[in-house]
């Protein structure tokens, strides 16, 4: 299946560049000059993976990042000129999986690419594998192997969630809108005692995942490849 990739930049030479060498390995390219024709064309296509940029016009590259939070279920890589730790902290709130730093090196993009794209595939059913574990969103069931790993109901539904986008950094607060809803009134720090608590139960499947704490900004679950 050809993959569809979203490229919106208001640089029509970053978009020539972008489409140049995504064409030459066998993907589709569909470009948006501002992040209102990006919403267009992702109401209107099929895509596989977004790359966004932060500064353009109309909207957006953070509110096109959390516009397709919202509404769809795929990677987004955001490029910018800003290599600042604040300004990856707001792409990554926003929701981004990714954040390059113009100019990028093209190896380097499709490298990321290739292993978000990767990613997402090991979560595009209700069966999520992570090597030797699998995690069933539908039966709440999670196995190492033959063997049943038993979760209380909101590690297990924090483990999925973490899951279900690995590389993708949630805050606490995230997290527990997520997880306990928006009404929860308990303390977020309940997040890090649950991590604690699936650390403890995964100490020996280091080789299949992990989940990093990302200081100042939450956790991300990784997937050992």
Not at 141 to 160: D, H, M, N, W, Y
């Amino acid at each position: 299946m050809r993959m569809n990739i979203l490229v919106a930049d208001d640089d029509p030479a970053i978009r020539a560049l972008l489409r140049l060498i995504l064409t030459k390995e066998g993907y589709a390219v569909l470009e948006a000059g501002d992040g209102r024709q990006a919403a267009a064309i992702l109401e209107q296509e099929q895509v596989h993976l977004a790359i966004v940029d932060v500064m353009m016009p109309a909207m957006d590259g953070l509110e096109l990042c959390q516009e397709i939070r919202a509404h769809y279920d795929l990677p987004v890589i955001m490029l910018t000129a800003k290599g600042e730790l604040d300004d990856k902290a707001s792409g990554f709130l926003a929701g981004t999986d990714d954040y390059m730093v113009k100019p990028f090196e093209p190896k380097e993009l499709l490298f990321r690419m290739q292993a978000l794209l990767r990613r997402y595939r090991l979560v595009s059913s209700d069966e999520i594998r992570l090597g030797r574990i699998t995690i069933d969103r539908r039966s709440y069931e999670v196995k190492r192997g033959s063997e049943t790993v038993a979760l209380p109901l909101r590690e297990f539904e924090l483990l999925a969630q973490l899951a279900s986008n690995p590389g993708r950094i949630y805050t606490r607060e995230q997290l527990i809108e997520l997880v306990w809803g928006a009404d929860y009134t308990g303390d977020s720090r309940t997040v890090d005692v649950h991590i604690k608590r699936l650390r403890e139960k995964f100490a020996d499947s280091g080789q299949d995942f992990a989940i990093t704490t990302i200081r100042g900004l939450g956790y991300k679950l990784e997937v050992k490849d």
